[in-house]
């Protein structure tokens, strides 16, 4: 079945670092791939989204690719804030009716 | 446009109690799926429910059901809760489910199961 694996957390970094969370995947066909974040007591907001291989997603200064030769769609951000804090999932959407898979998801704490 | 809404926002039971949430998906939006999460196991795939019909299913016991409305709300119900039950229920709308459609969640209804 499909699968999700993301980097382990937390993740710890000084505001205006550079961040990357890695995340790859494992799926049949051609999945979407998607980055949701959730702040402290509420849902998920999607971040960015692609659908297809070599495709890049970006949303607030984050940036992720579509790699299908390596499985991969590495979370990326040149200059994180302290309101980046916050997990971080990876999923994928297959050919199972509206079923997102999850990674695990990643903490991140930014520190000013 | 209003975006995915659910009550209660919080819930406490004990064991043997029965529950039910609900999810209003965004306006047009026919297509809901319930997840729970939890820290042991992350976020876990429920159901789908499209156009009142459930179309997809996670490797959930039978105690946890569902069903959708006409104008799309969709609740969920938990019977004979256990203590492992507690979580946060989080659903999300689509305008459909094909794979490359974004899924906008809800901010959850936090269930304690004492």
């Known amino acids: 079945g499909n699968s999700v694996t993301q980097m382990e957390g937390p993740v710890t970094l000084s505001e205006e670092a550079f961040l990357t969370i890695n995340c790859t995947y494992t799926?049949?066909?051609?999945?979407?791939l998607f980055w949701y974040v959730q702040y402290p007591g509420e849902g998920l907001q999607l971040l960015l989204k692609?659908?297809?291989?070599?495709d890049k997603g970006s949303n607030k200064g984050f940036e992720a690719t579509y790699r299908k030769e390596t499985t991969s769609f590495h979370l990326e951000k040149g200059s994180v804030q302290v309101s980046d804090s916050a997990v971080y999932f990876c999923?994928?959407?297959?050919?199972?009716?509206?079923?997102?898979?999850f990674g695990q998801g990643t903490i991140l704490t930014v520190h000013p | 446009k209003a975006g995915v809404t659910q009550t209660p926002r919080y819930l406490i039971k004990t064991r043997g109690q029965q529950v039910t949430l609900s999810c209003s998906p965004i306006?047009?939006?026919?297509?809901v799926s319930w997840y729970q999460q939890t820290p042991g196991q992350g976020l876990q795939f429920l159901f789908e429910?499209?156009?009142?019909?459930?179309?997809n299913k996670g490797n959930f016991p039978g105690r946890f059901s569902g069903r959708q409305f006409s104008n799309s709300r969709s609740e969920m119900n938990v019977s004979t809760l256990e203590l492992g039950d507690s979580a946060l229920y989080l659903c999300?709308?689509?305008?459909?489910?094909?794979?490359?459609?974004?899924?906008?969640f809800g901010p959850g209804t936090r269930l304690t199961v004492l």
């Open positions: 692609a659908t297809k291989a070599d």
């Open positions: 429910y499209f156009s009142e019909t459930q179309r």
């Open positions: 999300a709308s689509s305008p459909d489910s094909f794979s490359t459609d974004t899924q906008y």
């Open positions: 799926a049949t066909g051609y999945p979407s």
């Open positions: 306006s047009g939006h026919r297509s």
């Open positions: 999923a994928l959407s297959g050919t199972s009716y509206g079923k997102l898979t």
